[in-house]
């Protein structure tokens, strides 16, 4: 399985910025994708997840009504709409496949990361 991000970049506080995740392989061993950021000098955190039909999702507390998380499964897409971004907001965003959870070790499939910056 292979999963690569896209959409990152620099953007105002207030702004908003959709993350993309393209995966490839063998798509069809992974229960749910999730997304993760790691500031520096941060351990890796959770901000969201989403299970294999879709009908479930689950938010970090620090985004939830902000943030979105979505997917197409006929694209094998998966997608974080981010809005209302705050510089706290600031990180490398992952995409990972695995199992639903907010932990990072239940996710066995990673992206290489895309940088957000919210910053004036």
């Known amino acids: 399985v292979q999963l690569v991000e896209s959409g990152g970049g620099l953007v105002q506080p207030g702004g908003s910025l959709r993350l993309s995740c393209a995966a490839s392989?063998?798509?069809?061993?992974?229960?749910?994708m999730g997304w993760f950021r790691q500031s520096p000098g941060k351990e890796r955190e959770f901000v969201a997840a989403?299970?294999?039909?879709?009908?479930?999702?689950i938010y970090a507390d620090s985004v939830k009504g902000r943030f979105t998380i979505s997917r197409d499964n006929a694209k094998s897409m998966v997608y974080l709409q981010m809005n209302s971004l705050k510089p706290e907001d600031t990180a490398v965003y992952y995409c990972?496949?695995?199992?639903?959870?907010?932990?990072?070790?239940?996710?066995?499939?990673w992206g290489q990361g895309t940088q957000v910056t919210v910053s004036s």
């Open positions: 990972a496949g695995g199992n639903y959870a907010r932990v990072s070790h239940a996710y066995n499939y």
């Open positions: 989403i299970s294999r039909s879709g009908g479930m999702k």
């Open positions: 392989g063998s798509i069809f061993s992974i229960n749910a």
